[in-house]
C-alpha cells in the first residue's frame, strides 16, 4: 500500500518544481535574447555592407558623417523614398496597360 505523504513533503516537491521552472524560464529567456542579439547583429552587418556599397564608405568617421548629413532628408521624406519604386512600377504599368488597349 502506497505511503502517504505529508503536507509538508508535498510542499517540499511543489517548491522543486517551482525552482525547476524557474530554471527553465531563465534557459528560454536567454535563448530568446541570444537569437535577438544575432538578428540585430546580422541586420546591422547588411545595412553596413548596403551603406558602404553605395556611398563608397572607407571608415566609421565618414559613415558618421553621411548619415548625419542625410539624417534630416531621410526623416523628412521616407515614406515618399519608400514608396518611389512602388509609384514607378504603378506609372509602368499603367502606360504598358495604355499602350496595349491602343493596338
Not at 2 to 25: N, S, W, Y
Not at 74 to 81: D, F, S, W, Y
Amino acid at each position: 500500500m502506497p505511503k502517504k505523504r505529508t503536507d509538508e513533503e508535498i510542499l517540499q516537491e511543489l517548491e522543486e518544481k517551482i525552482e525547476k521552472m524557474k530554471a527553465k524560464k531563465q534557459q528560454v529567456e536567454a535563448r530568446k535574447k541570444e537569437k535577438e542579439r544575432k538578428e540585430r547583429t546580422r541586420r546591422l552587418i547588411q545595412v553596413g555592407a548596403i551603406f558602404e556599397k553605395y556611398f563608397e564608405i572607407q571608415s566609421e568617421e565618414e559613415a558618421e558623417k553621411i548619415a548625419k548629413a542625410l539624417q534630416s532628408y531621410i526623416g523628412k521624406n521616407k515614406e515618399k523614398i519608400l514608396h518611389h519604386d512602388v509609384l514607378v512600377t504603378q506609372k509602368k504599368k499603367t502606360i504598358q496597360e495604355a499602350a496595349s488597349t491602343e493596338e
